[in-house]
């Protein structure tokens, strides 16, 4: 398949769409129909974390953002942080361990390989477009330039959501934009990291590392672990529960 037809196939699967966010989840399946890959997620990112999946070809794929959010480690971050496309063939490879937490928990969920390929808007990289495989191998060279032939296309439907209307005074438009990429984010995390604040009587930050080192210690991820102190399945006041921050492994802020 030519490119002219790689850039057809991925710009007619996201016609129709009813709204931006079902734009990228067309988009991230278009990519497993045409780039031989079992699965495609839109990351949006900053250098420090994963905000929320914007789109995703299927719930393995929205798993593996979580896991890149509860380690705060992982190829979209990396992807983010140097504007570069970041290609892992072999994730079990003792040559690869830039991101021990992160390949460990794909690995245990059947993942072999995978690949961020960075989203901008402007000259600033927002997010990846994450393809994984279950089988060993580098993306061939047809799938790599249709995967960077998507990671432009993802960038449309991020516009439409951070783009202001022509009703907003031109000063709030970025504050607007990302006011709502911010409603993507994982509103259960941010819940939960409240009612750790009001229970221990710390600081949002700190109750985000605690909550996110102690998914890691249990190998859940963070929005798991949120959902069993919303569901109150879990008692943020429960003792020895947390401990002191970075007491427990895992994430500690820093990255």
């Avoid at 570069?84 to 245990?108: C, H, I, K, M, N």
């Amino acid at each position: 398949m030519g490119i002219d037809d790689l850039r057809s196939g991925l710009a007619t699967a996201m016609m129709g769409a009813t709204s931006a966010l079902a734009a990228a989840d067309q988009l991230c399946r278009a990519c497993v129909d045409l780039l031989d890959v079992d699965g495609a997620s839109i990351s949006v990112a900053d250098h420090e974390t994963t905000r929320g999946t914007f789109g995703s070809s299927g719930e393995l794929s929205r798993r593996l953002d979580e896991f890149q959010f509860t380690f705060g480690e992982g190829p979209c971050l990396d992807a983010v942080r140097h504007g570069v496309p970041v290609l892992v063939a072999d994730l079990a490879a003792t040559s690869e361990v830039r991101w021990p937490a992160f390949a460990g928990a794909l690995l245990d969920v059947g993942v072999r390989a995978v690949f961020a390929l960075p989203v901008g808007i402007g000259s600033s990289p927002v997010g990846a477009l994450d393809l994984f495989k279950r089988q060993t191998g580098p993306l061939t060279s047809e799938a790599l330039t249709g995967g960077l032939l998507a990671a432009e296309l993802a960038a449309l439907p991020l516009l439409d959501v951070m783009g202001a209307t022509a009703k907003i005074a031109e000063h709030a438009e970025a504050e607007y934009g990302w006011d709502q990429l911010a409603s993507l984010e994982r509103v259960e995390v941010y819940q939960a990291t409240g009612m750790i604040v009001a229970a221990l009587n710390i600081g949002p930050d700190e109750a985000l590392v605690r909550l996110r080192g102690n998914a890691y210690a249990r190998g859940i991820t963070a929005s798991e672990l949120a959902w069993e102190i919303l569901e109150r399945r879990l008692d943020p006041r429960e003792e020895g529960l947390w401990g002191p921050s970075g007491t427990q492994g895992g994430p500690t802020g820093d990255r």
